[in-house]
């Protein structure tokens, strides 16, 4: 099943010469790309998707940029920004931006768009985006205060990605469903066609603002266009009628790099797998309340190999729970070596000599969840394998039905700590620990805006869910791009494609 994608389809494509192809995207100058989900909406607000992130990047702009090389928070709709108190920040406003329709961009709309997506009754997502301010005021026509309802130091973060700029006069006019049909940003493209769930229509913008950290786009066109199945569109990539592809599985993208027709490029992500204990023992007769079990399982798991043998690309082991670009994650923290032979020790100290049988679930790459059981059985842990659909999955979990899991989170790029380990680990619903200590310190490093104090407070919960093995952090995930080579285009680590930054060679 793995390479059956290449018979016959690549094959026999890629036997008849495939250099110049896809000269059609370079020559008309449009760049047409395929996305593998159809997106209930490409309002910023009202959609989840990966996909509608990408897009949202290209038709809008936010406060602020984040640099996706360096991180620093850069000027983008907001010339300059400043803590006025831990719960208070204030923006200067760039002038002379319009938006795709013509609208000035002052202070009304960020306003307006603040304070129409903070109200919960108007139902943006996801939830958690925008649910960390009060209000936000006019000062004068080019600046504005956004009151927040508790000390949220990750807003920066925030305000340079997700929480994207609408114009106030037509967004009260069309709403959200007007605003999927014929969107409107101030961003390097402007949307030229929508048809839901099948294909976008992208132009260049040229009146896009000369301060913008995006740059001008490049390229004149692009063609978004929705493909379900992976072996269509690697029919279309090889016959010119589509120029780029992205989550290409590993033993493609290993195969379409070898033919040499393309250029296929691997990037690490912020996404990461993770083993998930009901330390909390609301699983019956659970063996995962004794730390010593935990710890057996984490010098069972052989992380290196699998990245090696499954994994593959870029990614790499990872022994914090958070991915090490994120602020506030170190990698300073109690570490587990595979030693099979210290795992079975421990397992016998917790009297558990003949090991045990105990269900596992899991919801995405089956193999990985095999190699791993494959590890437990060899010291003794026979498992119960359930895999299922995420929603399944995340209920079960969330019930109680699982006395330990294999998952993953992409931390929706937000490159903070508190995306991910104060999501899992401060005592809400997918905290399956509870343990008072990290709490503590996940609070302190989520209120304080001070870097000092937050990088200490995180490096206290990050070491003591390590210690404590409440979660065990697997390996990063990494994302396969294929693309023709008329195409120059780089991948970065949040799985953002910016195809305002991509060229014609």
């Known amino acids: 099943m793995k390479n059956r994608f290449l018979l016959p389809v690549a094959t026999a494509v890629l036997s008849v010469g495939l250099v110049g192809t896809a000269q059609a995207g370079k020559s008309d100058d449009t760049l047409s790309v395929a996305i593998d989900r159809e997106l209930e909406s490409i309002d910023n607000y009202y ?112 305000l340079s990605g997700p929480l994207v700029i609408y114009p106030n006069e037509y967004y009260a006019k069309v709403g959200p ?69 992205w989550k290409v599985k590993p033993d493609q993208a290993e195969r379409i790099g070898a033919q040499g027709a393309f250029t296929v490029k691997n990037s690490s992500t912020m996404r990461i797998g993770y083993l998930n204990f009901d330390a909390m023992g609301r699983h019956s007769k659970n063996p995962m309340n004794d730390v010593r079990v935990r710890k057996a399982i984490a010098h069972a798991i052989d992380r290196e190999g699998i990245v090696k043998a499954l994994v593959k690309g870029e990614s790499i082991v990872v022994n914090s729970l958070c991915f090490p670009s994120q602020f506030g994650c170190t990698q300073d923290v109690p570490t587990y070596d595979y030693n099979p032979e210290k795992a079975k020790k421990l397992l016998a100290e917790a009297g558990y000599a003949d090991g045990f049988e105990i269900p596992f679930l899991a919801y995405r790459n089956r193999d990985y969840a095999e190699a791993m059981i494959n590890n437990l059985n060899a010291i003794g842990i026979k498992t119960k394998f359930e895999y299922l659909k995420y929603a399944a999955f995340r209920d079960k979990v969330q019930d109680g039905g699982s006395p330990f899991n294999f998952g993953t989170w992409g931390s929706y790029s937000i490159n903070d700590v508190s995306a991910i380990t104060s999501h899992f680990q401060s005592g809400g619903k997918d905290d399956y620990s509870k343990d008072a200590e990290v709490i503590k310190q996940l609070k302190i490093g989520d209120t304080n805006v001070d870097p000092k104090v937050r990088k200490d407070a995180y490096k206290a919960a990050l070491s003591r869910i390590s210690d404590q093995v409440f979660m065990f952090p697997l390996w990063s995930y990494n994302t396969w791009y294929a693309f023709s080579k008329d195409v120059d285009f780089n991948p970065t680590p949040d799985e953002i494609p910016r195809f305002f930054t991509a060229k014609w060679k």
């Open 47 to 158: 959609n989840t998707a990966r996909e509608g992130i990408v897009i949202s990047r290209m038709v809008w702009d936010a406060l602020l940029y984040r640099d996706p090389k360096t991180n620093e928070y850069l000027p983008n709709l907001a010339t300059s920004y400043k803590w006025v108190d831990s719960k208070t920040l204030e923006f200067d406003l760039r002038k002379g931006v319009k938006f795709h329709n013509g609208e000035k961009f002052d202070a009304d709309d960020v306003v307006y768009t603040m304070n129409y997506m903070g109200n919960p009754d108007n139902g943006a997502k996801p939830a958690r985006n925008v649910n960390w301010w009060e209000k936000a005021e006019k000062l004068g026509e080019y600046k504005v205060r956004l009151n927040l309802k508790k000390e949220f130091p990750a807003a920066l973060e925030f």
């Open 177 to 245: 469903e007007g605003m999927a049909l014929k969107p409107v940003g101030t961003g390097p493209y402007a949307v030229t066609s929508v048809e839901p769930g099948k294909r976008y229509k992208f132009k260049k913008y040229d009146g896009h603002h000369d301060g913008s950290p995006k740059g001008k786009a490049n390229i004149g066109n692009i063609v978004i266009r929705t493909i379900a199945e992976s072996n269509t569109q690697l029919a279309e990539l090889f016959s010119g009628g589509i120029d780029w592809i």
